[in-house]
């Protein structure tokens, strides 16, 4: 499979996984339901760039103990969140996920970082990273 064959399956697997983990989260934040998920098309190339950032990087980090690997992977999402968050900030006047606006029923905004980035999210961009590994290996056959 072609890099930019892979760069569409991490862009599906990724929309797929945020519309999923969003309309999971509606039931406690709204009392909805109905499951409603939502993403944001500026999301396709924000995950599609995996197959050039995160591919190169996963492997040069094979054999290290997964710790590390969650480590790098949660830093290295953090960054992509920040740096394209605040280029589309920049293009149209606001961020689509901006964590400084309270949602549903929170009456304060959570920890964030400018609102690009929500410490609380470490622990599921860790998880994130690791199932990218797993990804990446069936994309390439490894």
């Known amino acids: 499979m072609r890099r930019i064959e892979r760069a569409g399956a991490y862009a599906a697997a ?18 909805n339901w109905r499951l409603t998920g939502t993403t944001y098309l500026w999301m396709v190339p924000i995950y599609g760039s995996a197959a050039w950032l995160f ?16 480590a790098v992977w949660t830093a290295g999402i953090y960054a992509v969140e920040a740096a394209s968050g605040e280029l589309i900030r920049r293009a149209v006047g606001e961020v689509p996920w901006d ?33 990218l590994e797993k990804l990446h290996d069936r994309l390439t056959h490894r």
Do not use: F
């Open 14 to 31: 990724g929309l797929l996984a945020e519309v999923a983990q969003t309309a999971v989260k509606s039931v406690h934040r709204d009392g």
């Open 99 to 131: 964590y400084a606006r309270p949602r549903g029923r929170a009456i304060r905004p959570p920890v964030n970082w400018h609102g690009l980035i929500r410490p609380a999210y470490a622990p599921l961009w860790a998880l994130t990273g690791l199932g």
């Open 55 to 70: 591919e190169p990087a996963h492997d040069a980090l094979r054999g290290r103990p997964t710790w590390q690997r969650a």
